[in-house]
């Protein structure tokens, strides 16, 4: 009968004997399924090379000097990586239930007794070898099951067009930021920004060249803010909200001004043309810890949205600051 072994991949298995003729023997057995056969002639032996390596499967011998086999599976028990290796022992001890008993008491799926049967041999080894790459598969698809739901995450949270994340997190977001700050009282600031006349960008070079220009701006935003530690929100049209943790007042004041001469510092080429805007920035702080998270937000996004007003109104291009205590 021939035994043919699926998938590209050699899969691990390990044969320990003191013999080097029974090794070699085995060895031949099963040359032809496609395996990494590795050989050990000790448990000591063989416990090192577990630790080096994964294995579908422990042929391993009884009688051995030193450790023995039933000693060898116990310690592969005990030992995290090797626990659920399935051992079959190899063995020529009597064929007694004491002793078949003990085998599988320290660990053994199976038995094989010698002189070794080559018939049953290779299609006990089939068959674990066979589960071995049904479990790496299972493994394979798990991870490409997460790696699917991560992505579907991502497109619900973040915006399309420009990639940073969507208003819909901001609400989700934000309040946890406040209680995190309200929990550990540290500061934290937060910044809505508006490109100012972006209408004009649309109506005068398209809305192509208006996509280009949102783009580069959030380019601009995550260039100029902290990786990993701020956040940064598209709220609607050429409206965006920066989340600052840990951040104060004149922290953040610091930042929407170094945003701002980096926006109009910038020129865009679209086209043979550069295209150059300018942005207006309204920021609020959180100036209180006894107040609800919920609460808080509709706050912080109410003070900061007032700074923006008024900063178009004054001109555009330009930081203003909102007090929490105007609207308490």
């Known amino acids: 009968m021939t035994y043919r072994m699926e998938d590209t991949d050699p899969i691990s298995v390990l044969i320990v004997d003191d013999r080097k003729e029974n090794l070699l023997a085995m060895e031949g057995c099963l040359e032809d399924f496609d395996l990494n056969l590795v050989k050990a002639m000790s448990g000591d032996e063989a416990l ?6 994964d294995f579908a499967l422990v042929l391993l011998d009884v009688q051995m000097p030193g450790i023995d086999g039933f000693e ?10 090797t626990k659920k290796v399935p051992i079959i022992f190899v063995t020529a001890i009597s064929k007694e239930n004491k002793h078949i008993f003990k085998g599988y008491e320290t660990g053994a799926v199976d038995y094989l007794f010698k002189p070794i049967d080559t018939h049953m041999l290779r299609s006990k080894v089939a068959v674990f070898v066979q ?17 699917a739901n991560e992505k579907i995450k991502q497109l619900s949270i973040r915006d399309a067009l420009t990639g940073c994340f969507n208003r819909g997190y901001l609400n ?16 934290m600031s937060l910044v809505m ?17 208006g996509d280009t220009v949102l783009r580069t701006f959030v380019d601009i935003l995550h260039t100029r803010t902290r990786k990993d530690v701020d956040w940064i929100f598209r709220y609607g049209g050429e409206e965006f909200v920066l989340v600052l943790p840990a951040t104060d007042l004149a922290g953040a004041a610091m930042t929407a001004e170094k945003l701002r001469k980096s926006i109009e510092e910038t020129s865009i080429p679209y086209k043979g043309q550069d295209i150059t805007i300018r942005a207006s920035f309204g920021i609020s702080t959180l100036e209180t810890f006894k107040v ?8 912080l996004l109410f003070i900061a949205d007032k700074g923006l007003y008024a900063a178009k ?11 929490w205590e105007d609207i308490l």
Not at 198 to 205: E, G, Q, Y
């Open 48 to 53: 090192e090379k577990m630790l080096e390596e």
């Open 72 to 81: 060898t599976a116990s310690l592969m028990r005990g030992i995290e990586r």
């Open 131 to 147: 589960l071995h790459r049904q479990k790496n598969e299972l493994k394979k698809t798990i991870a490409e099951l997460h790696h």
């Open 172 to 187: 989700e977001q934000l309040p946890k930021e406040i209680k995190h700050s309200i929990r550990y009282k540290t500061v």
């Open 193 to 209: 920004t508006d490109i100012d006349h972006f209408k004009m960008v649309n109506d005068t070079h398209g809305h192509q060249c």
């Open 292 to 299: 609800e998270p919920e609460q808080a937000a509709k706050k």
């Open 313 to 323: 109104n004054q001109g555009r291009n330009r930081v203003v600051t909102g007090q």
